[in-house]
């Protein structure tokens, strides 16, 4: 069995205990794939492979990536994936020293997430044609993503037993297969009411399902698909800053914020594992109250 084989075999090993350990999501996993195996093809080209790179091997694979023109977050991901493949191999007694080991990460700007105002999100919300099905799915998709905070991926995998109009709340599951309860708001709730009172059973046929918000065949629609009709709608409405899968979560913490929620309430609502995560959205948050001051205080 040659070095590459070798490689491929660790980094599947590798993605199965994490699957099994931490119950990653299928994207997750595979770019821990795609991370280790470009590190293999270039250590293979240099007559190494995983198990016999040592710390200088992968400090100019690094350097080679930031020649390429990798940025600096790209690379700091890929040191990440390198320390937890290291640390698992020397768990599993593989390997007796971790060569990524006092590797110094790059040095990262702290990116403030884009956001939209309150006035864009209405227009966002009311671009689609809520007298078709397809339109009125995609209004509640809209409603529930800014009510909720949710992740695109999140919301697209809903299933019924998530939802209770009841009580007015949706059962969510996060990052690491970790459950949070996440209140609707009376406007979101009133359009999933209309949505699985007059579009769902359109949308669906005659198949029999529990997926929430069906795309085409009946089967749920993919994150994909739902962000290309954000990207239409937002042009609709006449946003054309530039937009991310995320835009709507960002905007759901920003508007909190703005309008007094605590922080850790903001960090429980958007299945946030570490505060320091949910801080970024302050500083959002005191960009507009600086813009508020300015406007608006005597001496502003």
């Not at 198990?51 to 600096?72: H, N, V």
């Not at 020293?97 to 864009?120: C, F, H, K, M, V």
Request: net charge positive; glycine share 8%; hydrophobic share 40%.
């Amino acid at each position: 069995m040659n070095v590459m084989q070798d490689d491929e075999q660790l980094i599947e090993r590798f993605a199965d205990a994490l699957w099994l350990e931490r119950g990653l999501s299928a994207n997750t996993l595979s770019a821990y794939r795609s991370d280790l195996q470009g590190l293999s093809l270039w250590l293979t080209a240099r007559g190494e492979g995983l198990l016999s790179a040592g710390r200088a091997d992968l400090q100019d694979y690094l350097q080679q990536r930031a020649i390429d023109g990798a940025k600096p977050r790209s690379m700091a991901r890929m040191l990440s994936t390198m320390r937890r493949f290291y640390r698992y191999l020397l768990r599993e007694r593989v390997l007796q020293e971790d060569p990524s080991a006092r590797i110094d990460p790059p040095r990262l700007g702290r990116a403030l997430p884009g956001s939209l105002t309150e006035q864009e999100v209405e227009a966002l919300l009311g671009a689609p044609d809520t007298t078709t099905a397809r339109g009125l799915r995609d209004r509640t998709m809209l409603e529930v993503l800014y009510a909720a905070g949710l992740r695109v991926s999140e919301l697209t995998g809903l299933v019924l037993g998530q939802v209770n109009l009841q009580q007015g709340v949706v059962k969510v599951m996060g990052k690491g297969s970790k459950e949070r309860l996440v209140p609707l708001g009376e406007e979101a709730q009133s359009w999933l009411e209309r949505y699985l009172r007059e579009a769902r059973g359109l949308l669906l046929g005659t198949v029999q399902t529990d997926v929430l918000f069906p795309g085409n065949r009946a089967t749920a629609i993919t994150r994909q698909a739902f962000w290309q009709h954000i990207k239409r709608y937002a042009l609709e409405a006449g946003i054309h800053k530039p937009l991310s899968p995320h835009t709507l979560r960002h905007a759901f913490a920003t508007h909190l914020l703005n309008h007094g929620a605590d922080l850790r309430v903001v960090q429980l609502l958007l299945g946030h594992s570490n505060l320091s995560t949910t801080q970024i959205y302050t500083h959002v948050a005191s960009e507009r109250l600086k813009s508020l001051h300015a406007a608006h205080h005597p001496r502003g």
